[in-house]
């Protein structure tokens, strides 16, 4: 097993992006932001103090917001380097790093656990409404289910589905 920290220094730009996808949906739903780090070495390697926000959804969003962000850059970066990798079997080390970056990216996709007791606080109060919850217990078990499965490299295979896996496919349906 690699620890986690060692994942995390090697898959860096993940963690930052990560992290940026919080501050996006705090800006978006104009919720204050007390502390941000972006990346450090320990544990958690990144994160995001902010207030509580008034809405239930926005609360919810903020938390998932990585998935989304995450997943379409890491997906966009690797793109223009997967495809004449994999089509062509022919690389530059640029392409290799925006193919690392990519992987990296995108595999710091899931939201953290940290995220799912943040969701799981806002939405257990009787003053929230019950299509929120039908929504956000489903969610929060998912990400406690995606924490789980990263101890069996989950996150990593993720990554480079989006990145890798995705851009091929699409390109497939468009090329024949």
């Known amino acids: 097993m690699i620890p986690g920290f060692l994942i995390s220094i090697l898959t860096f730009p993940g963690v930052i992006v990560h992290e940026i996808a919080h501050v996006l949906f705090c800006r978006m739903f104009r919720v204050a932001i007390f502390d941000v780090c972006y990346f450090r070495f320990g544990n958690p390697a990144g994160f995001v103090v902010h207030e509580k926000p008034r809405n239930h959804i926005h609360h919810l969003l903020i938390g998932i917001g990585p998935f989304f962000v995450n997943s379409i850059v890491g997906a966009l970066i690797a793109s223009p380097a997967v495809i004449p990798v994999i089509k062509f079997e022919a690389g530059n080390p640029l392409q290799y790093v925006l193919i690392w970056l ?26 929230v409404p019950a299509l929120v919850k039908v929504v956000a217990y489903p969610v929060v078990g998912i990400i406690y289910l995606g924490a789980l499965g990263s101890m069996f490299w989950l996150d990593a295979l993720y990554g480079i589905a989006i990145a890798g896996v995705l851009p091929n496919l699409l390109i497939s349906l468009f090329v024949k």
């Open 102 to 127: 990519g992987v990296s990216i995108a595999m710091h996709a899931f939201p953290s656990t940290g995220d799912a007791a943040s969701i799981w606080e806002a939405v257990k109060g009787s003053d």
